[in-house]
C-alpha cells in the first residue's frame, strides 16, 4: 500500500529523516509524556528518539549492563553522533533510568538546548494538577528562552489542533485495523505510529488522511477475506520498537488489534479540548491519557483499563511485551496478568530486549501460545 | 595484649544497647494490634515525624529488607516473588517484601500487617510500584508524597506542592486515625527529630580522625534507630551515647581497623549478605572505611530543616535528599566527603537493586578520578540477593584495587590523639 511509504521511509533511516529536516530545529523527546504541542507551538519539531540498536560501545562507558535497552541505546546513538541534527531535547520523569539518562545527557552537554520536565508521579490529586501546570509553563517559558519569542495562544491552538488531527486519525485506523484484521499489517500499526512520532506533522497528518481514505476503500475487499488472522491479541508493555515481533504474529495468524503501549495507544490516547484555555487544555490532556506505569492515577486503573480494552476489541489473549530491566511495567505484569486471568483472557509474558530481533524460542512460544487461545 | 584482649577493646559497647532497642522497637510494632496501636509502613526517606507525633508505630520494609539481607534469607525469599511473576530484575529489597508478606518468614516471621502505607518516593520509582503492590495485597489506604527530583534544583512549583502535600499527608494521617493531629507534640517530635539527625551526623564526623573509631560498616549497623525512630527521645538518648563512646575511643586512640593505614569512601547500599566478610577482607588490608554515602542520607538535609517551623520545613528537606538530586551534585557531596575524610580511595558497589543509586555512578567515578585524582574500585553485586555475587572475583578484584593504593601511598603517619572532627568542610 502506497500511502504507506512514508511512514516506512521515516522510520527505517529516522536519522536521515532528522538531517533532512532543516525548516526547524529539532527538539528530541524521550517519552510518550513529552509535551510535544509546546515544543511544536515553539516553532520546533519534535522527534521522538529510538534506540538504533547498534552495540552499546560507549554508552557502557556511563551506563550498567542492567540498565534498559532504550536508555542505554539512545545514549550509545548520541555519543556516536547520529543525533547530530538535533538542537536540544526535552527529559520527562518517569522512571529511574530514565532520570539518571536526564543527568547523564545534560552533563554531556552535546546539543544546545536542555529541558528537563518533571512531571509529577501522581495524575489524579488536585494539588498534582496544579503542579503539573506549573512545570509545563515552566517548559513553555524554557523553550521560548531559546527561541527568544514567546509561545503564542494562537501557535498553540494551531500545535493543539494538529496533534488532534493526528490522534484522531491514528485512533481511527486502530479501529478500522480491530474491525478488519486483514486491512493492515499488524507492523503498520507500529510504523504509523512511530513514524507519526518523527515525521514533519503536518505531513504526518496528511499521509494519515490518504491510509484512511485507502483503508476505508479496501474495507469491502477485505472484510470477509479468507486470509484474516483468526486470533485477536492486545499487546501491553513500554516502547515495543520490534517489527520482527508484529510479523510473527502475523506469520501465526494472529492480529494486533489494540494495545497499551508508548509506541501504541499510550502516545495518541484522548484528544485536548478545543474550547479551552491552551496550557489548561494541554495539562487535563496529559493528565487525563491513558496512564503509565511510572505514574500513578489510583490503584487499579490500569489493569481495569486493560481488561476493559480486551473485553471490548473482543480480544482472545493479551501479549505483555516486557522489556528486560524496565521496572515499572515488570511490577504492574503479575497484577495484570491476575485480573486477565479472572476475566477468563489469556495472557503471554514475553521478556524482550530492544536490539534483539525475535526470532527461534520466541516464535515456538509465540506459536504455542496462539495456538492455544 | 592478646589478640583476643585487643578484639573486645575494639569492640563497640553500644552495640548491645542497639540490639536491644530495636528488638524492643520490633517487639512492639508486632504487638501492635494487641495494644489497640496502628502500625504504618514507610518508605525510608519518608517523613515518619507526623507518625510518632500520632503514636502511629512505623515500619520500615527496606529495614527489614536488610535484616532479611544481613541474615541471608534473601535469596530465598526473593525467590518466592519470582513464582508469583515478579522479575529477577527488580529491587531486592521489594522482592524480599513481596515475598515475604506472602509467606510470613524472614528473621521475624514477617512484618506486622500494616493499617496505612506511606510511600514518598524522594529516594527511588521503585517504592511507588512496590507500595501500589502492597497497598492492594493488604488492602489498606495508601498516601504517596510525592517529592519532585531536583534535577539542577527546587523550584517555587516544587516547593508549592510538596507543602500543600504535606497538609495532605496530615489530613490523611487525622482520616485514617479518626484523630487531631497534636501540634505541640508534632513540634516536639520535631525539635526530637532534628537533634537525632544531628547527633547522627557528629557520630558520622568522628571517623574523620585518624585513625577512625569506627567504619561504614559500623555506620550500616548502627544507621537502623536514624532510620526507625527518628524523632523520639530513644534515638537522642542512643546517638548521645555512641558519641560519647566514639569521642572516648578517639581520646585512647582505639581504631576499629587494627592499623589503619588507608582510609576508604564507600558509595550505594551495603551488600548486607556479605557485611563480615567485606569487613574483614578491607581491614586485612588495613584498609578502613570511614565513610559511606548512604547512612549519611539521614543527615543530610539538616540544613533545610527549621525546627520552629518543622512542618513547612520538612517539603525541602525530604526533596532535597541525596538521590533526589542530580548526579553532578552528589559528585560534589562525595567529592567534598572525599575532603573532609581525607579518603585514599573509593569503592562503589554497582548495585543491581538500586537504579537511581547506580546509575550515574560511573560518570561520577570519572569526575572524582579527575577532580580527586583518587582511585576508584567499582564492584558489581545486589544488597540483599547473593546470587549475582561472585566472591572469588571480588576477592581479586579488591586486592588489585589496594594494591594500587598501596602503591600510590606509604602509610601516613599517626596524628595524636586529637579529633579533628570540627573541622569544617561541608562534608553533607
Ligand atoms: S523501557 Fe522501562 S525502564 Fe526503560 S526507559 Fe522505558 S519505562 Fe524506563
Ligand atoms: S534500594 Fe534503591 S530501588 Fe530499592 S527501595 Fe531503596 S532506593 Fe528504591
Sequence with gaps: ?373 | MTRTDDKENRKIAAAKKMRDIMTTYYLDALSASQNNRQVAWITSGGPVEPLVAMDIIPVYPENHGAMIGSSKMGEDLCSKAEEMGYSTDLCSYARADIGCAVVQGGPIGGLPKPDMLICCNNICGTVLKWYEVQARYYDVPLFILDTPVCHTGYFPETAAYVKAQITEYIGFLESVTGKKMDMDRMNQVGHLSLEGQKLWQQVLKTTAHKPSPMSAFDAFFFLALIVTLRGTRTAVDFYRELLTEMEDRITRNISIVPEEQYRLLWDNLPVWHRLKWLSQKFSDHKACLVADTYTSAWCGAIQYIDPENFLDSIAQAYTRIYLNIGIDQMADQILDMIAFYDVHGLVMHSNRSCKPYSFGQMDIMNIVRKKAGIPVLMLEADMVDPRSFSQSQIDTRIDAFMEIIQHKNRPHTRVGPQTDTGRKAGAR
Design chain 1, 1 to 373: 500500500m502506497k500511502e504507506l511509504t512514508p511512514f516506512y521511509q521515516a522510520i527505517n533511516d529516522p536519522a536521515a529523516l532528522g538531517r533532512r529536516i532543516t525548516h526547524k530545529k529539532i527538539i528530541g523527546t524521550l517519552c510518550s509524556y513529552a509535551p510535544e504541542e509546546l515544543i511544536y507551538a515553539a516553532g520546533y519539531h519534535p522527534m521522538r528518539l529510538f534506540s538504533s540498536k547498534a552495540d552499546t560501545q560507549l554508552a557502557q562507558n556511563h551506563l550498567q549492563t542492567y540498565c534498559c535497552s532504550v536508555v542505554r541505546g539512545v545514549l550509545e546513538d548520541s555519543l556516536a553522533g547520529r543525533l547530530d541534527f538535533l538542537h536540544g531535547t526535552v527529559f520527562v520523569h518517569t522512571c529511574d533510568s530514565m532520570q539518571r539518562l536526564s543527568d547523564i545527557w545534560r552533563l554531556k552537554g552535546q546539543y544546545p538546548f536542555f529541558a528537563d520536565v518533571i512531571l509529577p508521579a501522581k495524575m489524579h490529586t488536585p494539588s498534582a494538577k496544579k503542579y503539573m501546570a506549573a512545570v509545563l509553563e515552566r517548559c513553555k517559558t524554557d523553550l521560548e528562552t531559546d527561541t527568544g519569542r514567546p509561545v503564542t495562544s494562537q501557535s498553540l491552538a494551531d500545535a493543539i489542533r494538529m496533534y488532534n488531527r493526528i490522534r484522531k486519525n491514528l485512533s481511527r485506523i486502530y479501529a478500522l485495523k480491530s474491525r478488519y484484521p486483514a486491512v493492515l499489517q499488524n507492523k503498520d500499526l507500529l510504523a504509523l505510529v512511530k513514524g507519526s512520532m518523527i515525521m514533519d506533522r503536518q505531513e504526518a497528518a496528511d499521509h494519515l488522511d490518504n491510509v484512511i481514505l485507502r483503508l476505508a476503500a479496501a474495507v469491502p475487499d477485505v472484510k470477509d477475506s479468507p486470509i484474516a488472522p483468526d486470533k485477536r491479541l492486545i499487546l501491553s508493555g513500554s516502547v515495543c520498537d520490534m517489527p520482527g515481533l508484529y510479523d510473527l504474529f502475523q506469520d501465526t495468524g494472529a492480529a494486533v488489534v489494540g494495545d497499551d503501549l508508548c509506541t501504541g495507544r499510550r502516545w495518541f490516547d484522548g484528544l485536548i479540548p478545543e474550547d479551552m484555555e491552551p496550557m489548561a487544555a494541554i495539562t487535563q490532556r496529559y493528565a487525563q491519557r491513558l496512564v503509565c506505569p511510572a505514574k500513578h492515577r489510583g490503584l487499579h486503573e490500569r489493569a481495569d483499563s486493560l481488561v476493559d480494552q480486551a473485553k471490548n476489541l473482543g480480544a482472545d489473549g493479551v501479549v505483555f511485551a516486557l522489556l528486560k530491566f524496565c521496572d515499572p511495567h515488570a511490577f504492574d505484569y503479575p497484577y495484570l496478568k491476575a485480573r486477565l486471568d479472572d476475566a477468563g483472557i489469556k495472557s503471554l509474558v514475553l521478556e524482550l530486549d530492544d536490539g534483539q530481533d525475535s526470532q527461534g524460542q520466541l516464535a515456538t512460544r509465540i506459536e504455542t501460545f496462539i495456538h492455544m487461545i
